[in-house]
C-alpha cells in the first residue's frame, strides 16, 4: 500500500558462457524497478574476479561453462565469503549438481526455462530464503524419497519450495 521503491536495487551479476542469455538475462531484470545488474561475464573466473570487484546482492550463475564451471567458481566464492548470495540459473536439473550446489551453499537453483521466476527469485533469496524451480523441487522430492526411509507418510520438509507466493 505504500511505496517499494524506497528500497535499494537488488544489485545482480550474471554469469553465463552465451553472450545471447546473458544480454536477455540483463533486459529481463532490468526491466524491474528493483533490480540493477552491476556485471556480466562469461566464464567461473570472471564469476570469481566479478563477485570480488562488485560485491553483488546476488551472482546469478549458469553452471556448466567451458574452462571454470560455476560450481567451482562458486565453491571458491562461498568459501571466500560465506555470506555471498550464489543462484544458479541452468538448463541441467542434474541430481549431482542440484545437490552439489546446496551442499555448497547455493541459495538458489533455478531452470532457464522458467524466465518469469528470476526476478522473484531474487527477491525471495533477497529476503533470507532458499528457492528452487519447480522442475528441480520435483527432482529434490524424488532424492528425499530414495535417501529416507520407505515410509513417507508426510510430504513436508526444510526446504522453502518453489517460487509460488500466497
Request: glycine fraction near 10%; charged fraction near 25%; hydrophobic fraction near 45%.
Amino acid at each position: 500500500m505504500s511505496e517499494t521503491a524506497a528500497a535499494e536495487p537488488i544489485r545482480v551479476c550474471i554469469v553465463d558462457d552465451d553472450p545471447f542469455v546473458r544480454m536477455s538475462l540483463q533486459t529481463i531484470l532490468e526491466a524491474q524497478d528493483d533490480v540493477e545488474v552491476c556485471a556480466l561475464g562469461g566464464d567461473g573466473d570472471e564469476a570469481v574476479a566479478l563477485f570480488e570487484r562488485e560485491r553483488p546482492d546476488v551472482l546469478l550463475m549458469d553452471i556448466q561453462m567451458p574452462g571454470t564451471g560455476g560450481l567451482d567458481a562458486a565453491e571458491r566464492i562461498l568459501a571466500a565469503h560465506a555470506e555471498a548470495r550464489v543462484v544458479f540459473l541452468t538448463t541441467f536439473s542434474d541430481d549431482e549438481y542440484i545437490v552439489r550446489a546446496l551442499r555448497l551453499g547455493a541459495k538458489g537453483y533455478l531452470i532457464k526455462q522458467e524466465v518469469a521466476t528470476i526476478a522473484p527469485a531474487l527477491r525471495t533469496v533477497m529476503a533470507g530464503q532458499s528457492v528452487l524451480g519447480n522442475e528441480v523441487l520435483d527432482r529434490m522430492d524424488a532424492l528425499m524419497r530414495s535417501a529416507s526411509a520407505p515410509s513417507a507418510s508426510s510430504a513436508g520438509g526444510g526446504v522453502h519450495g518453489g517460487l509460488t507466493e500466497r
